[in-house]
Structure formats: C-alpha cells, structure tokens
C-alpha cells in the first residue's frame, strides 16, 4: 500500500458462469496487485469458491476474461494453471488419503532423478513446506489417512507452499486451524506479501479477514458487491455489504432454565482419547467444549454417540445407561452434527429430501411405508424455515455451498425432534448471516418456548471459535488431552483463560 | 524320493483323471476304476479339473499327482497336444500312464482305451439316414470348441450324412457349451427361426453329439411341444434320456461303455506295472441303443449299470 | 424434475433395448420378431432377471455377491431332492428358495461379521456353496418327477395363449414391481439407498446399517431362490453344475440398467431392461446363425455400446438442463 | 512405525500362507512339502501370479480388468500362430506379448473415452477378445511347433536342479520386483495410487489422469500377455477357450492380498501371497485325494478365514497402536 496502484498481478474481467439453471458468477471483476492480500468475501453461496476455482484452471467460464501480468490467460487444465503459477487450497480437503503426506505435497510436481522419483527432494521441500507451517515435526511419510482432520488442512496448505507460486489463493484455509496454526499461517502469508505474491483469501472470520488483509471484495449472488480497502471499512460496514441489511445482535440469548439431567457422564474413556470426561448436560442450557485441536472432543462426542466404543467409565442419556448404538440414540432423543460434512456427515450424491429424512423413524407408518411426496413437504417445509439455498428438495446435496449444506445437517435433528443435540463444529465454513442465525437457533432450541408448549433441549457444543463459545453457551468447560476440565458459567471465562486451560495452564477448579 | 506315497503304504496307487466329474458318464468310469482297483486290491484316487473344460487345470492335477508320486495314472485328456507335457514328465518320473476316451498325441503313454468316437458319430448318422429314408432336412448341434472326442463325433456325423444326397445339413456352426442350461437356450434359439407359421418344426432330424446338448435339446423340443414329432438321435445315456427313448421322445442314442473304459485303464496300467505286455490300443466299443433293442439284458449295463455299488 | 428421475434413467437402456431389437428384427430371420420368439426372450430372461432384482439391492446397497450362480445350481438339486423324497412340488420350490434365503443370510451375516468386503465373502460362498451342491448331489444330477413346476418356465402349450407368457415370466414381472416398490415406497430402501450413497453418514443417522445388509443379502439369496426354482423348471432336473458363471450376467444386468458398482444407484427397470438387452443380442445373433465367435464379439460390442450412449446421454442432460 | 506399514500390510496374508501351508504339509501326504512338489506350486502359481501383477496395478488405480481370461487365450493363438508361420520364437512371445499390450491399451482408451466404467467395458472386452481368439485361431486349437518356449514353465530337466525353478518363474519373480519398484520409487507409480485413492485430488494436481489409467491399461494386458506366453509354454498349443473364468483368481489374489476395489490399496507382495494362497490350497487338496466339492468348500471356507484374520489383526493393530 506504500506504493501507488501497482499493475495487478492478475485481473479478471465480467467472470460468468452457470451451472444448469444456477447463475453462480454473473460477471464478477477482481483484480490483485503484486505484495497484496486480497479477501474475498460474501455470504454462502455468493459463488467465491466457483470464481477461485475458474482462476485455478478447474472451472472454464462461460464468459468473461483474465490476464495474468498483463498476459491473456485461459488455464484449459489446472496443471495449466499450476505451471502459471496460481496455486489454490480449495475448500473441501482434497488430498489422497492412502499415499503419504510427502506424496500428496509434490504430488503432480514430482522431481525426478535418474527417471525415478527424487525421493530426498520431495522429502525435503515436503518438509521444509510443512516447517513454515510450524509443523517440522510431522512425519512425512504418515499416511494421510491417518491425520485428523486439523492436521490434513495443514497438509494442504504446504501443498500449495511447496510448488512455488506467484498467485496462492485459499479457501477458508483456517476452518479447522488451531490458533497457533493459524499465527503460522498468517506470519507465511506476510512473508510471501513481501516477495511479492498476490495472495487471495476467503474466509468467513472476518476478524482474521481484518488482521491479514490488504483490500477486500465482496460478492453477493454472483455479483460484486463492493470492495475497498479493508483499513477503511469496519467489520460492520462490511456486513452489511455482504448480506445487503444491518445484522442485528449476533449472538442472541433468551432467558433459559436449566431442568433435569439429560446426560451424565462419570469418566467416559476411549482409546486412545478422551482419557478421563465427566459432565452433566441439562435440558434448557448449551454446554461448550472448548480445546485445541486434537483434544479429543470430537472422540467424546463420537463415544457418548455410539460411534466408537467406550472403554471405560458410565453414560447415562436420560435414563438409559450404558452404551448405545447411534440407533438407538436418535431413539433415546439425542442427534449428531458431525465435523467431517464430506465424508461423515451427509451423503453428498442424495437429495436435501433424503439426507434430512434419512432416519425415517417417523416418517413411515408402521409397516415401513413412505411417501416420496411426504419427504418432500417436509424437507421443503425445513428449507423454508432454515433459509437453505437451493433449487428444491431434489438437489443432491454435494452442489449446495458449505452453509448450506450444514445447515441440512442441523434439519436433520431438529426434523428427528431430538431433545439433545451433540453439536461438533456446527458453523465451520458458515457466513455471517447464516451464523447468526444458527446461534439464534440454538437459543431458541436451548430455551424452549413455553407457548407453544416446546420444551426446551439440551445442546452439547464443540466449537474451536471462542467467541462463538463464549456468546453461546451458558456453561464452558475445556478439554486438554483427552481429559475433560470442570464446566463454569460462560461469564467465568474469558478467551484468555480458556486459551490458558486449552493449553493445560489453566488454574485448576 | 518321488515313490514315497506308493512306498510307505505297500499298495500301489492308481490316479484317475476324467475331464471332469458331474457328467454320468465319468461317474461310470469311475465305477469301472474302482470295480479294478477292488478286484485287484489297488488304491484308487479320483480327481479332475474343477471346471469341466478347463485344461490348465487338468494340467496342474496330473502335476500334483507327480509330485506326489502315485504308481500310475489313467487319464482322460481334455486336450490332444496340451497334456503331452505332463505326461512326458509322468513318464520321465516313472509313473506309467493310461490314456483313456480321448486321444493324445503322444509316445510316452502305454495304452489308449477308448471308445471309436468317428465312428460312434458315423452309427447316429447312419441311423437318422435309416430313419428319415434317406431325404429331409437335418441340424446338428456341436458341444464346444476344440474338444476332440466330440468333434470327432461331429466330424464323423456331417462326414457321413454328406454320403447321403437327399438329406440337407440346415444347421451345424451352433455350440450347446459347457452346461445343460447354455446347450438348452441355444436350442431354442436355434429352432426359433426354424419354425413355420403354424409353430412346426420345418426340420426333419436332429442329431446331438453328448448327453448335455442331447438333454438341452430334448427339453428345448419338449418345450415347443416337437418332442416326439421330430426325429431326434442324439449321444451319450441318463436316466432321463432312457426315459425319452421309451416315450418315444429320442429316436436312438449311441453309447460308449465308460464303465469298462474306467476299467480296462486301471487294469492296463497294473498290467503294465506288473511286467505284462499290454496293447497299445484297445477300442472299448459304441453301441446304438433303439428302443427295439433298449429292452435286452446286455443293454442294461450299458445304459442303466448299477453305480451304486461301486462308489460308496 | 428429479421426481421422474429414476423413469429418465431407465430411459437410456430402453433406448438402447428397441435400438438392439430393431437391428435384429431388421437383420435377423422374419421370425425373430414373431410373438412366438418374444416369449421365448422373455422366457430366458426370467431365470438372469429375477436373480438380478436380489442383485439389484445388493449394488445399490453397496454391496456385490457373487455366489448367485452356485445359489442357483444348489437350489436346483435342493428342489429335486425334496421332490424325489415325496414332498409336493409347492413345499419343494418353498424349500429351494428357502436355501437360496439361508445361503444369503450366510453371506450378509459373514459380511457385517467378519468386516471382510462382499468381494471375498462371496467368492468364498461361491466356492462353498456349488462345493455343497456337488456334495448334496453326489456330483451328479439329481432326478426328479415331472410335476406342475416344469410348467413355471415351459413354451405355453396350444390353447392357453391368453396368458402371453408362462407363470414364471409373470412372478418374475410381478417380483419386479414388487421390489420396485419397495425401493421407492419402504423405509427399507431407503435406507438401502442410504447405505449405498454413504455408509457412514448412514451409520450416523441411526440406519441399522448391519441389520439392513443382512436383509439386502438375504433378499438377494431368495431372489437366487426362486431363479434357482424357475432355472429348475427349465431344467426339471436337479444340476449341481448348472448356472455357472452367471454372475458376471447378473451383475450386468444391473450395471448395464445403470446400476453403479460403488453403491447407491440403480433401478429395477434398468436392471430389467439390461437383463432383456442381453438376452435379446444372444437370441438375435444365434438366430441369424451366426458362428460362435462373432456372437460373443457383437455381444461385447453392443454392450459397451449401448452403455457408452446411455451415459453419454446422461452427461449431456446434466450439463444441459440440470 | 509408518514406515513398516506396507510390509506390515503383507504380513497378514503371508502368516496366512505359512498356515495354511502347514496345515497341508501337517494333514497331506509326505511328498506335499517336498523340494519337488514346492517346486511344481511356483510354476502353478506363476500364470496367475503374472497376470495379477497388472491387476494389482489396475485395481491400485481403482479400476477393474474382467478380461484377463481372454487376453491370456488370444495370447496363446496368436504366439502358436505366429510359430506355426515359422517366426522364431522369441518373435512370436513378443508378438504375443504386443497382443496383450493392444488389448490392454484398448480397454484403457474405452475407459477414458467412453468414460464408462471399467466393469462394463471390460466385460465387453472380455466378450470381444474371447470371440477374436475364437474366430482367429478357427475355432479350434491351433498346433505349434515345439520350440524353447514349453521349458518355460516345464518341470526342471534332471541335472537342472541349481535353477531350483524353471526360467518362467524367475521371469515372473523379475516381473514382480520390477512392478513393485515402479509402484515404490517412480512417479507413475505415486500416480496411480493418488487416482485410486482421489481421483478428483490427483485431477487438480495436475495427474494426466487419462494418460496414466491408459498405461495401467496396457500394462496390465502385457501382463496378462507375458502369462499368455506362460499359458502357452504349459499348453504348447494354441487354445481358444483357455482361462476361462480366470480373472476370478486373479482378482482373487490381489484382494486376498490386501488390495482394494476402491482403490488405492494394494500391494505386489501382498498380491504374490494371496495367489500363492490359493494354488497351495488347491494342490494340498489334490494331493490329499479329497473330492472335487470338498475342495471347492475347503478353499471357499479357507480364502474368507484368510481374508478375515488379516483384516481382524490390522483392525486390531490400529486400535492397539494408534
Ligand atoms: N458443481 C456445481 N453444480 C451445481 N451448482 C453448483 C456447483 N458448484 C457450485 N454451485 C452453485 O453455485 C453457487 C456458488 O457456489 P460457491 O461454492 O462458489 O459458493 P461460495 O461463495 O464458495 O460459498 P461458501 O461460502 O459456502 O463456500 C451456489 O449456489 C452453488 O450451489
Ligand atoms: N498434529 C497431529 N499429528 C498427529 N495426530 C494428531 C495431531 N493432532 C491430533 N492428532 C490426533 O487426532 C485425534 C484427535 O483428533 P481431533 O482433531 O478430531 O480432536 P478434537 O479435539 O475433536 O479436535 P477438533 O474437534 O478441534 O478438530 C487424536 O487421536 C490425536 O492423537
Ligand atoms: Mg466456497
Ligand atoms: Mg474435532
């Protein structure tokens, strides 16, 4: 910004692109100057991660044009593209899980020696990708399959570290990164702003949009919706770009009363994680789960929900002890979001209609009957009142955006009328304005509405955002290998001391 | 030492390998194997390929039978040139072979007892010459490429049915395959265009030239309601074309004597263990069976012979 | 517009099936478009057709079997034993599909047991399963009395032509609707769907996932049962060795109908539709007379053919119009 | 402790192996576990041992190759054809050998052009190169002279014993190593595991996904040419309706060998094993003298026991160890 407009590395000009009867891009302009971190922003579905991905080659256009340092480009390919010098970590993990970490970081950029693989070399650069990411220590030849989810992310940024780029683009790159990941990551993409690079983020963060970025642009169905720079703009300002209206409160929170125990865990061990959890979660309050990645929360919520299997200690859901199949908690009342939407949480290639109805416990009449045309009212009726994006109940749902499709998550258990919802992550990869409304869904489901004779449930949060925690939930507690600290009144923590406890220097209770 | 499997048990060993296993045909050669084997106090093992037409695999039998080192094999090739090697190495490891049902072009077995299989084609011929007075029109349904006994019945069939001027040969390039099931769909579809408006067969005579395409005919003509309106010769006995060839449903069939192929083998090979001179080749005969004749005692054992008794 | 989506699906192999049979009619003898050679068709492919519906909820489940033609073979000699003891031929053909039923309970429950991939489990069934019919059997066919059963799969006989086809083509049509049925209107299929598209999320949603294999295997098992019945009725002899190899015909049935190996699509009437696109090449070719060889090279041929077009057609329409 | 893994991997089967190896050499004749008889399970074993090599590949890359059976028989006509014309032999093996590489190359071109899943167009291919094999050589078996070609795969001549196995069988182990060297250390081999693994992933890095299943392709119809030539060293005749079925075994091998039909899993080692598994149980059953349906139930009942024990022992491990 010292200098004055500098030639843009890249630019693209009136950008279109339709799926079918999705107009996606409806001639979106960007353009990036060399040493700039350019955020993009917009709401679920604005068609960020479709323009980034015309830039990366993966998507052709059906209109529009781009230069690359003044030259015209058209990547046919992403190797194209990739050879160009645009290098992109796209939104969903895409990585091989059966080959090693080293091979998914070169893979496609192999160097070659003597006609084999140079096996030293991409060792090295895999390595040396990974240690500017603070992860020196991974082992590269880990299979990726093996890697939680956190760790996979850090993989695919070194991917795009590794090849060398003039252009890097990510996409919600930190959806799943600790914050000292992220510190890391923040303090690569300086170093590469001082080379020179031009760099585009998205992201829904936009706290980290403040911190990192240079200029912003903000697209709102497939159009521009602004841009400028982000020194100049508030976070607010910003907003209200993006979902055209003022956001009112965003964490909403109605006068809720704890009732009766709903789970009560003494010591619930798995292996290898969690080591030792005790808690109880009442009906009318949300319960957090604070912890670095890695802790072991998603362990517990799998555990406590039948997925894996219990080691040691006592679940008590409700008045049922024991463990329990998935079955039969959905039976007992209780529901599941899962952290892993691709490939754990919905079935990408079924309709809206069957991924909310899957369960079918009370869809079908007691022979086991279903009408195709019942489902469809009733994941048409969700979709109205979820605000879920999409064409109908028949689209599949690997072709709605992120938020959308967690929000078809969330209509699943609120469609099963559960009374406890086990909640891993459930606003990664959301916009603003549908978090908000996911928070105020969560306080009303917390805090029941008695006239309509609704009970109010009871909601297990796992969230690695701690506002998010802190203005949600009623009581925190904080997960530190695999052991579960004591749960205290949100307004007992602060980010700080729960960093502080997330770390294990919390002050004991 | 590769005897040590006839060694340590002081009885000798005889191998048996058919073409296959399922076929009433092989379980009377082996009735016949055991009737030798018990008469002359001798083990008998019996094993074939898995699959019915598979010579890889009948290869890697005889293999395992060498390796172990049995007195001496008796074997029905399912293959003319392929199994030379094995019974090459046979030869090379000591272990004497009989050849049985079909030929091998080969120097190093010791007797070949078979049934005359041209010659078995050429009496179906015949006979459906005799029946159809010498004119109509005729198909034949072939069994799979490349095996050599049935299409030496084939070869001596069309070879002889050629000799006769009046009679046309419609339809023979058709293969039944290697089951009842595959011999029976081609049947059908093979008649399908042979029928005339009326649902008639506009064929005379048909001849089948083994017990599976003779019985998937069968069912096939049974089916369209030709059975018995045609005349049908076909090859090979079972309980259910016996029963066709009393109802008047076949017309005749040839058969072989597999039960003293089974036997002639294994006692040829323990002739020959013992020092005595056998005959290179030994014709064990093919029988037309009508149903003038089906009714005479000496057919019985042909036709009908009491397994029973010899396996288990 | 995804409503008539399935119909749309089946709608390339049906294509593909007239365009088949209009070369044929075309190429082929006079007879071969004659009513006369329509039910033989559709009597050969009542025995592959109805082991395919079984197979059907299998691939869309996920899953593959590959033991359907040793269920059959086992069936056959089950149902002439059973005849042969005395028994009435309905208690008979009750007891063939109940093996069929048991040999895929054996198959589902190995399955969700041993965590070992249908694959292997099958092919060990197929092995184990065509072992115990030879057994059974003692390597040999089994005879049996004639009874009503021959009648199931026979040509119809003068005078009954106002039944179109034999009572076994008929259960085969109206087992097709039934599971047809089944897949759209039960939660049973859905949940089969469901397994299919993704076990996990399946599993997260409180599918019985298990539970729900061991009744797809054992539904593919009575499938095999009552081809086992029909290809008894061709046979009227119990054959221990019969059937072999169809597997790879059933499997393509279904995959040739637009079923997909990696679970969660599928559909009875492509299943249908490429049971009869098989048995309608085999029939022309055999009755043009062609030799063998070229037989097996046409069939090839038209199948990747007509595959090829239907998801050729297939991309376009999504690309299109979706 | 990752390090190990692909080696862990084959441990599993190869335990196996020794079992059920001893369990023969326990229950079987003397002469099962004789130099001689070990000898004679490596030069069965060598046919379907090659082919699955190119399997391994294939299956690796997440694909299917059904037609194997039939390459494997055009192979040997084409080979006893090329010989009967005169050629000298090592032309006629290559000449073979190219045979196989065609077809494979074929089914590779079908697969990405036509974009239909390997399952069909390799059965159409399996259809068309069996009916080539048929239509080529005649529909019968073509004679050939005999020529070096038969001491392949031929037991070892008296006084041979210090190659301890026949030259088709070293041929064989070269192979493996070979394979699993490209699989380990270049980058076609990386490619091939990243496209089973990610198809979509490998895309975006810029794999030439199309060029690399077309060489995966073809090299398994080299493969599945060189054990043509095996096939036909064993045979010494060209034969049409040879291997029939055999892609079963083949695939077999490689899943019994840890490989997965998903895709990118899957070892040579592993792959080499799960093919020695299954022609230790059929020889030991041989030689035991046990019925043709025992040994169908014996091997049925031991490759799912194999398959489950590993796949228990790594289940096992993972949760032990992770
Ligand atoms: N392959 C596809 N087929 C059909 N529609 C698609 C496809 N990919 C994207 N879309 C649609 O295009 C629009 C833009 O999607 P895109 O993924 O670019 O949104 P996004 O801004 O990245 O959203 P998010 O913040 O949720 O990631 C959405 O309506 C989406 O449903
Ligand atoms: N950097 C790492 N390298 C290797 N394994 C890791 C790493 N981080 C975590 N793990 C493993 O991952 C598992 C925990 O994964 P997971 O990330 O799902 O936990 P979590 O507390 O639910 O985190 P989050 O929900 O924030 O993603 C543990 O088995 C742990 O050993
Ligand atoms: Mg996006
Ligand atoms: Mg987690």
Redesign the pocket.
Known sequence: MTQATPAPRFAMRGIRKS??A?A?LQGVDLAVAPGEVHALI??????????MKVLAGAIRPDAGEMLLDGQPFAPATTQAAREAGVAMIY?ELSLAPHLPVEDNIMLGMEPIRFGLRDRTAIRDRAHEALAMLGYGSLEPRTRVGDLPIATRQVVEIARALAVGCKILVL??PTSSLTLADIDHLFGVLDTLRSKGHAIVY?S?FLEEVKRIADKFTV?RD?QTAGSGAIAEHSIEEIVNLMIGRKLEQLYPRSTRTPGEVMIHAVGIGAAPKPVNATFDLRRGEVLGLAGLVGAGRTELLRTLFGLDPVASGEITVRVHSGWATPRDRWQQGAGMVSEDRATEGLAGSLSIASNITMNLSHDASPLGIVHPRHIETVAREWIDRLGI?TRGPDQEVR??????QQKVAIARLLHEKVDILLLDEPTR?I?VASKSQIYELIDRLAAGDPEHDIQPRAILLVSSYLPELLGVCDRIAVMHRGTLGPARPASAWTEHTLLLAATGQGTPA | GKREGSATSGKLTIAVVPKGTTHEFWRSIHAGAVKAGREMNVEIIWKGPMREDDREQQISVMEDFISRGVSGIVLAPLDDIALRGPVANARAAGIPVVIIDSDLKSDDYVSFAATDNYLGGKMGAQELIRLLHGKGRVIMLRVMEGGASTTNRERGFLETIAEAPGITVVSSNQYGGPTVESAYRMSENVLAPLTDKSGALTIDGIFTPNESTTFGMLRALQDGGHAGKITFVGFDASPKLVEALRSGQLNAFVVQNPMSMGYIGVKTVISHLRGEKVEKRIDTGVTLVTPENINRPDMKDLIEPDLTRWLE | MKRSSSLAQTLGPLIGLILIFALFAVAGPASFSSLNNLETIARQTAIVGTAALGMTLIIIAGGIDLSVGSMIALVTVITAALLQAGLPPIVAALGGIATGLLCGFLNGYLVTRLKVVPFIVTLGTLLVVRGAAKGFAHEQKIDAPLTWLKELLAALPQGEGWRIVPWGVWLAIALAFLVAGVLLYTRLGRHIIAIGSNEQTARLCGVPVDRVKVIVYSLGGAFAGVAGILQFSRLTVGDPTVASGVELDVIAAVVIGGGSLNGGEGSIAGTIVGALIMTVIRSGCAQMGLPNWVQEMVTGVIIVIAVALDRWRQRRKASGA?
């Open positions: 799926f079918g999705t996606a917009g709401e679920n579905g604005a068609g960020k991660s479709t323009l939104q996409d919600e998205i829904h697209l497939g994006r072709t709605l955006s992120g938020g959308n990869g916009d | 979706a």
